[in-house]
């Protein structure tokens, strides 16, 4: 049996008839390696990820992870599986470590140091001040309070756009790792070079329609100017 794709999108319209924010999409995003969701500020980019997780319900249409219509899936399970990194960090009061204990309460020190090693900070963060941390720390803080529930898929919506260049290369060499160690990652961005260095399929959206998708080459190939 074929793998059931990581996500798939039947029909799936979101918003009021006259104001859909995603109209009548049908899409499958692959089960392995890292999908770029990309395309034009209000394109539907963050919906398609929020519907990943049900942070977003469709107004029509069903979605599936891997082959499983989410509805039927329990929210808060489905959310430590399918994990979220948003496009500015949001830190709990408290240091690192109490962060990591808001998504896994039996977070001890050495599972701490463990998270923070994946998430590209070594252990001394542990106790910092989260309120305290550069943007790029506090944003692979963040990832690492995501990882912190064992998710089998990390959604990413443009992680990097409030850093500069330097913690945004940082941040994508841990996106394309977490791939390589096995974990599927979506990653939406607007920027062209940064679905070039990274994706591996890629989903372009337009005007909350499918414009573009597949492997990267083929997606992108006749695109070339
Ligand atoms: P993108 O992430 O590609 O910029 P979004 O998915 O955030 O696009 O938004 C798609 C469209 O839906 C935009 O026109 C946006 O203004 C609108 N929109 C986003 N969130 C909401 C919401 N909660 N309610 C109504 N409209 C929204
Ligand atoms: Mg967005």
Redesign the pocket.
Known sequence: MPTAPLFSFESVS??PPD?R??DGLDAQLPAAGLTVIA????????????LCNRL?VPSAGVVRHRGTDITQRDSLQLRREVAMVFQRPVTFPGNVLDNLREADPECDEARGAELLERAGLDRSFLHRDAGELSGGEAQRACLARSLATNPRVMLM??PTSALDARAAAVLERLGRRLVDDGTPVVW?T?AEEQLRRLADHVLL?DG?RVHRSGAVQEALGDAER
Request: glycine residues 20%; neutral net charge.
């Open positions: 979101v918003g104001a924010r995603l395309g034009p500020s209000g394109s539907g980019k963050s919906t398609l990820l929020r977003e919506d443009e939406v607007h959206l909350g």
